[in-house]
């Protein structure tokens, strides 16, 4: 293995500039912040199919086509539907806001009239994780990837 690897020369004494350079490499603060989601693409089986369940089932709108793929989003996140093979286990899964518990309980009587895939069915509106404050509910599009819907702070 290499010595410098654990900031030392030969393993001697450490090698302080080494040392140094990389404390200030933990510690410096990039000079940006993230902003609201442009875009993200995800592999599916049949993108015009799934384009429509985005449409129908999140209010999504189409935003364009490309060869083997569409888009769709709203004004806060566009999502890129590839031909391909999906793979669900690669994201986990992926959040989206919403307002309020008032619309968070719509949201979810709307899924279940257009029988989407919830997860715990029965009760499904529940805490993000064990003692969180946020409160979610979970679904599954046409490839299987998870998605939820979640307020902060479950009011």
Same mark, same amino acid.
Request: glycine content about 10%; proline content about 7%.
């Given at each position: 293995?290499?010595?410098?690897?654990?900031?030392?020369?030969?393993?001697?004494?450490?090698?302080?500039?080494?040392?140094?350079?990389?404390?200030?490499?933990?510690?410096?603060?990039?000079?940006?912040?993230?902003?609201?989601?442009? &875009?993200?693409?995800?592999?599916?089986?049949?993108?015009?199919?799934?384009?429509?369940?985005?449409?129908?089932?999140?209010?999504?709108?189409?935003?364009?086509?490309?060869?083997?793929?569409?888009?769709?989003?709203?004004?806060?996140?566009?999502?890129?539907?590839?031909?391909?093979?999906?793979?669900?286990?690669?994201?986990? &899964?992926?959040?989206?806001?919403?307002?309020?518990?008032?619309?968070?309980?719509?949201?979810?009587? #709307?899924?279940?009239? &257009?029988?989407?895939?919830?997860?715990?069915?029965?009760?499904?509106?529940?805490?993000?994780?064990?003692?969180?404050?946020?409160?979610?509910?979970?679904? &599954?599009?046409?490839?299987? #990837?998870?998605?939820?819907?979640?307020?902060?702070?479950?009011?």
């Amino acid at each position: 293995m290499d010595d410098r690897a654990w900031g030392t020369k030969n393993n001697d004494l450490p090698d302080f500039n080494f040392l140094t350079s990389s404390l200030r490499c933990l510690f410096m603060k990039p000079p940006f912040t993230l902003g609201v989601v442009g &875009h993200f693409g995800v592999a599916v089986r049949n993108p015009k199919q799934s384009a429509q369940w985005f449409q129908r089932v999140l209010g999504l709108r189409k935003e364009f086509e490309f060869e083997d793929g569409v888009a769709v989003g709203n004004e806060n996140v566009t999502i890129v539907l590839f031909k391909g093979r999906p793979s669900p286990e690669t994201i986990g &899964h992926m959040s989206f806001h919403l307002p309020d518990m008032a619309t968070l309980r719509k949201a979810l009587a #709307y899924l279940k009239k &257009h029988d989407v895939d919830l997860e715990d069915p029965g009760d499904e509106i529940g805490p993000e994780a064990p003692g969180s404050p946020h409160m979610g509910l979970w679904l &599954h599009d046409l490839d299987g #990837y998870r998605w939820e819907l979640s307020v902060e702070g479950g009011k």
